[in-house]
């Protein structure tokens, strides 16, 4: 490894090929690109396609700390810090640095089109920055303690904190708070909107799950109690918008629910608990992970069938996201590393133009050559 007083350092990476983090399948082909992709045998990574130390990062499963935009940049939270890395450059800099040298950051999320990324802090504060500009453009009140997960739709922003609150923000005026609740009463551990924007859901620690409907976030239209103790992480499908995973942090399960009416369409042991999880939006796959292995489990949905054990870490894996191309997974551990998995087929079905991008992974340079900038502020 490489020294840590360097943040964000390549430790190792693939350089006898580019790799394109961002590039989309052509929408062409049709069923004859969907059967290719079908006969394809699948052959999952024994290593990464690249690994980043990032000293700093906090072993706690609750908080979602990386996040991966539509523009290619990968934001991470390590302690006080938001960190960017460019998939097209490979350079980093530093995002913000929180002032109270006690305070932490707690969540990262980037806003669909990646022009701005929100941050949730220890402080149960939510504040928002232009990427481009590298600079806080709002900071938004109204949590009382840390806020540990974060979710866009378009212009709305919904934040769970550790009081049991969720609120729901409409980021373009300054009376910002379109609603307010405390749907759990322990701290809500994962939240997000579905594919298709309908619908928000949140999980806590008290293993609850709540349903709202996007025109009335005041109350829920569902509330799941079935889980009876903590759920730790959320992910909706992205192939059928009313389907979401939820992951048991103590019975161990991956449950998935109709949305609609609030009904468990299947149930998986998983043996341990679950850390993170997200779904291939090319295959009826989601890939999670699990206890302090740091391993990385991908399943057929329909069967629940265990298809790989994707190794590298050796701590446990807190956080994931996928890449705009829906083909890599970015995973942070408690062993202080991010690694690039390319384990996913790229979708064939249309991606949204702004993130039709084509920007390949640059080859590395000298370990320390893209982070020369931040060196003399981290030493």
């Not at 806080?136 to 806020?147: D, E, F, I, L, S």
């Not at 025109?215 to 569902?222: A, C, G, I, Y």
Request: with cysteine; proline share 5%; glycine share 8%.
């Amino acid at each position: 490894m490489t020294e840590r007083n360097d943040r964000f350092i390549v430790a190792r990476a693939r350089t006898e090929q580019e790799l394109d983090y961002s590039r989309p399948a052509s929408a062409r082909g049709g069923r004859m690109a969907e059967r290719r992709v079908k006969k394809q045998k699948r052959v999952f990574p024994e290593t990464p396609e690249r690994v980043l130390d990032a000293p700093g990062i906090i072993d706690d499963c609750r908080l979602n700390i990386i996040d991966w935009s539509g523009k290619n940049l990968v934001g991470v939270a390590l302690s006080g810090s938001v960190y960017l890395w460019e998939g097209d450059t490979g350079n980093v800099t530093e995002l913000m640095t929180l002032k109270d040298g006690s305070a932490y950051v707690s969540a990262v999320s980037f806003i669909r089109d990646g022009g701005s990324v929100a941050v949730g802090t220890s402080l149960g504060q939510v504040e928002i920055w232009d990427v481009e500009k590298r600079r806080r453009v709002r900071r938004m009140r109204g949590h009382t303690k840390r806020v540990p997960c974060l979710g866009w739709n378009r212009h709305l922003l919904a934040s769970g904190c550790g009081d049991g609150g969720v609120m729901v923000s409409d980021v373009r005026v300054s009376d910002h708070c379109v609603s307010l609740t405390r749907p759990h009463s322990g701290e809500v551990s994962s939240i997000g909107w579905s594919a298709d924007g309908r619908r928000l859901a949140s999980a806590g620690e008290d293993g609850v799950v709540s349903l709202w409907e996007k025109q009335n976030t005041e109350t829920p239209v569902h509330v799941i109690q079935e889980h009876g103790t903590r759920v730790s992480i959320l992910a909706w499908c992205p192939w059928q918008p009313n389907l979401l995973c939820c992951g048991g942090y103590t019975d161990r399960t991956l449950s998935f629910w109709n949305a609609n009416m609030a009904e468990c369409v299947k149930r998986i042991d998983t043996d341990r608990e679950t850390t993170a999880a997200v779904w291939s939006r090319s295959r009826r796959e989601i890939f999670s992970a699990h206890g302090k292995s740091g391993c990385i489990t991908p399943r057929e949905y329909a069967s629940g069938a265990r298809l790989a054990k994707i190794e590298g870490h050796s701590g446990r894996v807190v956080s994931m996201a996928t890449s705009p191309s829906g083909e890599f997974v970015v995973s942070a551990s408690a062993d202080e590393s991010l690694r690039f998995w390319k384990c996913m087929s790229p979708p064939i079905k249309y991606i949204p133009e702004h993130i039709q991008l084509n920007s390949p992974l640059p080859k590395p340079g000298p370990m320390d050559s893209p982070f020369s900038k931040l060196k003399e502020k981290l030493l």
